[in-house]
Nanobody, 119 residues
Framework: QVQLVESGGGLVQAGGSLRLSCAASGRTFSSYYMGWYRQAPGKQRELVARISNGGSTNYVDSVKGRFTISRDNAKNMVYLQMNSLKPEDTAVYYC?????????????WGQGTQVTVTV
């Protein structure tokens, strides 16, 4: 059974840091592109960082220079180091493959991890 379990979120003041972790199981993810997505209240989910199976990374402009995505294929883990956090980074963060996992004709999402940044 495929699972993506996100952790590491929390409440942090602006300027602070958090490290998110994503534990993937149920298949080997080393060949997949992996991404961190976020969804703020009232907004659509957006891809904020992506890492290829070879380790190349891409970021949305709003997080460039502040967020770093990495992966450990041996452990089936994906990480997101978030520095210099801003209130606008407040959202539920999810990891997923890119393109997203489809299970029984539906896009799979884990439970996500809440990140709240206060002023």
């Amino acid at each position: 059974q495929v699972q993506l379990v996100e952790s590491g979120g929390g409440l942090v003041q602006a300027g602070g840091s958090l490290r998110l972790s994503c534990a993937a199981s149920g298949r080997t993810f080393s060949s997949y592109y992996m991404g961190w997505y976020r969804q703020a209240p009232g907004k659509q989910r957006e891809l904020v960082a992506r890492i290829s199976n070879g380790g190349s990374t891409n970021y949305v402009d709003s997080v460039k220079g502040r967020f770093t995505i990495s992966r450990d294929n041996a452990k089936n883990m994906v990480y997101l180091q978030m520095n210099s956090l801003k209130p606008e980074d407040t959202a539920v963060y999810y990891c997923n493959t890119d393109p997203n996992l489809r299970i029984n004709s539906r896009t799979y999402w884990g439970q996500g991890t809440q990140v709240t940044v206060t002023v």
